[in-house]
Nanobody, 122 residues
Framework: QVQLVESGGGLVQAGGSLRLSCAAS????????MGWFRQAPGREREFVAA????????AYADSVKGRFTISRDNAKNTVYLQMNSLAPEDTAVYYC???????????????WGQGTQVTVSS
C-alpha cells in the first residue's frame, strides 16, 4: 500500500504557473504508475496526466497538452505536475493517484491522495 500527499496548490492569476508535488510513502514507489486527476465543482473527476513506473511513458488530457508536464523522481518518491499558462477553467481540486503497472490512461487507480486546491483567477 502507498500513501500520497499532495502539495503546491494555491491561487494564481491566469497565465501563471504552479508546480504540484505528490510525496509517496513506502519503498515501492518506483513500481507504481502515477497519475494526476482533477475535479471542479459540480463536475466529475477527470484525468489530467499520467506517467509510467519507469518514467518512459507519459500521457495528457487534450485540455492540458502543451501546458502541463508530469515528471517523477523515484529517488525522492515524488511525482510532479508542472502547470503553465493556467486558465480559470483549470480551477479544481487536483489529486495524485497510484496504481500497479499497466495502462496509465485510466480512472482505475488504486491509491489516492487527499487533493490540493488550485484556483486560477481571471
Amino acid at each position: 500500500q502507498v500513501q500520497l500527499v499532495e502539495s503546491g496548490g494555491g491561487l494564481v492569476q491566469a497565465g501563471g504557473s504552479l508546480r504540484l508535488s505528490c510525496a509517496a510513502s513506502g519503498r515501492t514507489f518506483s513500481s507504481y504508475d502515477m497519475g494526476w486527476f482533477r475535479q471542479a465543482p459540480g463536475r466529475e473527476r477527470e484525468f489530467v496526466a499520467a506517467i509510467s513506473w519507469n518514467g518512459i511513458s507519459t500521457a495528457y488530457a487534450d485540455s492540458v497538452k502543451g501546458r502541463f508536464t508530469i515528471s517523477r523522481d523515484n529517488a525522492k518518491n515524488t511525482v510532479y505536475l508542472q502547470m503553465n499558462s493556467l486558465a480559470p477553467e483549470d480551477t479544481a481540486v487536483y489529486y495524485c493517484a497510484a496504481k500497479n503497472r499497466g495502462v496509465i490512461v485510466t480512472m482505475r487507480y488504486a491509491y489516492w491522495g487527499q487533493g490540493t486546491q488550485v484556483t486560477v483567477s481571471s
